[in-house]
């Protein structure tokens, strides 16, 4: 075991991500691919997974953030760079600054991007934000001929895109997909009668697998490009983290001890215990207690009794494990141990948050496939 992590690590396949990127580029051949890296790329790093994704195809990045697009620049990336959401209080002049493509669902996020132009000397790069029906942001229908009018007119910004987000693209055949794809339709002929000329992106990574009529001029895959499959339909994704740690301690107990706080456990049989130094502080969540295995010696080993903070405890039966064997809490699944889905399942979330969660200070970081 390498000597670079002693508690636990995220091993993160850049090979699955050029993989994952390839597939989904194909799969929209005939509009660009912006690979979403918003929240430390769901986990991933974003800065090393946007070099992976723009290595294997994609020719835009987006982020949620302002700050998380101008660190993308930093890093010295200088494709175009879009992000959608900040706070109020957010100057946007150094986004267009660093020439980072903004998000506005109404007048006034408008003649905010429009300020911050005029503050940097720089036209503003605007994408238009129309709500469809997911209800969260993006301009309400009533609003948007207005806001068209104003950015039409606005001499400080530069309408790039007309841009949109679905609620259901994950449940194909969902009636709310056609009907905001019927919207969305709607607010483009609407800016195209005010004299823009936009491009058009909806789709999410369940859109871009599923819904080759809603590709338009831009895909926006998040989680696909780590791998993870957000529709029921078998996809040929690779999972890129892998959550793994080490064995540290072992020890014999008898039958009827009981094991970790509150003793939710008691040993039926004589049996090894293996301690793992990975707790809920470390991203493997209290919820999983008694109800997930690791991959331990080549099977599938159950967790017993509490998750605690910096640690938990595995069933190892007749033997106990070598001092330093790998522990593997959740993988690509392909030699049969949990994924990130199967611990989503089990506490009843989705394994973009079980992902995501994994940025934490104590939990090394670890790149291969470069
Ligand atoms: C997160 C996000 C995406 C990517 O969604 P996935 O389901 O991860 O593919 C695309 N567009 C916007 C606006 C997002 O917030």
Request: glycine share 8%.
């Amino acid at each position: 075991m390498s000597s670079e992590f002693s508690r636990a690590e995220v091993v993160i396949d850049l090979a699955a991500i050029r993989h994952n990127v390839r597939l989904l580029a194909a799969r929209a051949a005939g509009a660009a691919t912006m690979a979403v890296v918003k929240a430390d790329g769901y986990g991933h790093g974003a800065v090393p997974v946007a070099r992976a994704a723009l290595e294997a195809g994609a020719s835009w990045l987006g982020a949620c953030s302002l700050a998380e697009g101008l660190a993308l620049r930093e890093a010295g990336i200088t494709t175009p760079v879009f992000t959608w959401l900040d706070a109020p209080d957010v100057d946007f002049t150094p986004g267009v600054a660093a020439n980072i493509d903004l998000s506005a669902s109404s007048a006034e996020e408008l003649a905010r991007v429009a300020g911050a132009a005029h503050r940097a000397s720089k036209r503003a790069r605007v994408h238009l934000k129309i709500d469809t029906g997911l209800s969260r942001s993006g301009c309400p229908a009533y609003a948007w001929p207005a806001l068209v009018k104003a950015a039409a007119a606005e001499p400080e910004v530069e309408v790039v895109a007309v841009w949109s987000h679905l609620a259901c693209a994950d449940e194909p055949g969902h009636p709310s997909i056609d009907r905001q794809a019927r919207r969305f339709q709607a607010a483009y002929d609407i800016a195209r009668e005010a004299g823009l000329n936009p491009l058009r992106h909806l789709a999410n990574s369940a859109a871009t697998l599923t819904r080759p009529d809603l590709h338009f001029d831009l895909v926006r895959p998040g989680i696909a490009i780590y791998g993870l499959n957000p529709v029921p339909q078998q996809q040929d994704l690779r999972p890129a983290m892998t959550f793994r740690s080490q064995v540290v301690l072992t020890k014999r107990i008898e039958s009827g001890e009981s094991v970790s706080y509150g003793h939710t456990w008691t040993a039926s049989r004589d049996t090894a215990l293996a301690l793992v130094p990975a707790g809920y502080a470390d991203g493997v969540p209290r919820t999983l207690s008694g109800r997930m295995d690791v991959w331990l010696g080549g099977e599938r080993r159950p967790i017993v009794g509490r998750v605690c903070m910096d640690q938990l405890v595995v069933d190892c039966g007749v033997e106990e494990p070598p001092i330093g064997s790998e522990v593997v809490l959740f993988g690509a699944g392909r030699d049969g141990e949990p994924t990130a889905r199967e611990w989503a399942d089990t506490i009843g979330t989705i394994d973009y948050e079980i992902v995501t969660g994994m940025y934490r200070p104590r939990v090394h970081r670890r790149y291969e496939g470069e």
